[in-house]
């Protein structure tokens, strides 16, 4: 085992625990509110995924250390650590896929809002759009590990090339895809806004472009955190078709990325809600104060005066 190993599942746990209670305290403020929008529709969407992809991934950091144990990760057939593993490995997968998505859809949405702000757009569609992209990546992602990991061949070198193929072209084309809609439109957005600022000094529009903004920023946290995951992409691609050699240091870093990535970006995104909305800020503030006045009363505070010290 490589000396980068245990450091690097012990920060992917840190981060999962605190992707599932930032997320969990992003989802209760949302369910919390009476009125939901579109825009908040789909924040709640992207947050349940998000919640989701922590959670699984916890679940398949710790069946998968229990595979790498019994040595089981990487032979031909099934076990029951490995059949463990891949219950958690494929929701995993099917919901940072739809992460990428959703977000996609926050930037197209908020992007038709601003260049016509009164085009009602149907959440039906938006809805149905979802769901078949949701069943496209289950299929997909179903394919991979019934071809790669459940159906026994007994033929290795199949199974590698399947995963390494997987590994390479689905961040180099929808990953890479999906993070050229967020951005363009997440420009195109705060573009037309500083476009048109002059002009639209209606009650409103300061809202208008606090959201947009917000978008925005989520469309760039995508992006920086995916950049790794692609960049890991290009590096199994080169070394796949032997355009580079093999290093220690490309191992270490391949693995870094593609442990890290997933899991990291949805731990970013509930936090960008919590400090760009100033009603979530007041939401956590007064969680916090709830908490310390009822750890104050299961802790009695005992007065002690000069008189009850003894010399």
């Known amino acids: 085992m490589a000396h980068y190993q245990i450091p690097l599942r012990v920060i992917t746990i840190l981060i999962d625990v605190i992707g599932i209670a930032a997320n ?54 099934n076990n029951m650590y490995k059949t463990i593993y891949l219950t958690f490995a494929f929701p995993f997968a099917v919901s940072y896929d739809c992460t990428g998505f959703a977000t996609c859809l926050i930037a197209v949405t908020r992007t038709i809002k601003v260049c016509r702000p009164f085009y009602f757009i149907k959440g039906s569609w938006v809805t149905a759009s979802f769901i078949l992209y949701l069943l496209y990546s289950c299929i997909r992602e179903f394919t991979l590990y019934y071809f790669g990991y459940i159906k026994p061949t007994g033929n290795m070198d199949r199974l590698d090339t399947v995963k390494s193929y997987y590994a390479i072209f689905y961040p180099m084309g929808t990953l890479l895809s999906v993070i050229t809609v967020v951005i363009s439109t997440g420009i195109t957005s705060y573009w037309l806004l500083r476009k048109n600022e002059p002009e639209r000094r209606i009650e409103g529009s300061n809202g208008n472009r606090h959201a947009t903004i917000t978008v925005l920023i989520l469309s760039v946290a995508f992006f920086a955190v995916n950049a790794f995951m692609i960049s890991g992409a290009v590096i199994q691609f080169c070394v796949k078709f032997y355009l580079i050699e093999e290093t220690a240091f490309i191992t270490a870093y391949r693995d870094i990325v593609f442990s890290l990535s997933m899991n990291f970006s949805s731990t970013v995104n509930p936090m960008i809600y919590l400090t760009r909305k100033r009603e979530m800020r007041q939401f956590v503030y007064d969680i916090r104060r709830i908490v310390k006045e009822r750890l104050s009363r299961s802790d009695p505070v005992v007065n002690v005066t000069c008189s009850d010290v003894t010399p």
Request: net charge positive; hydrophobic share 40%.
């Open 24 to 77: 969990s305290l992003s989802l209760s403020y949302f369910f919390k509110i009476q009125s939901k929008g579109l825009g908040n529709k789909l924040l709640i969407l992207l947050n349940s995924f998000d919640l989701f992809v922590c959670g699984t991934s916890l679940a398949t950091s710790i069946s998968r250390q229990f595979c790498l144990s019994h040595r089981c990760m990487h032979t031909v057939g």
